[in-house]
């Protein structure tokens, strides 16, 4: 058990957008989309990466 005190008009919307009538389901669903999006975000930013470096790897076999 954890308490927390959090803003109600916060909670209720979050409620209202998620369709649950429980705090405690609405708190745990909106953690798991935020890691969610985090995991996404990581994800594109190593395939940027990924991208890059293969775009420089052909640029030097290019120009060997």
Request: proline share 3%; hydrophobic share 40%.
């Amino acid at each position: 058990r954890t308490t927390l005190d959090l803003p109600e008009p916060l909670l209720l919307e979050a409620q209202q957008i998620l369709g649950f009538k429980s705090k405690t389901d609405t708190i745990v669903q909106s953690l798991r989309e935020l890691v969610r999006r985090n995991r996404i975000d990581q994800l594109r930013a190593t395939a940027f990466d990924a991208e890059d470096f293969h775009q420089g790897l052909l640029r030097l076999r290019a120009g060997s």
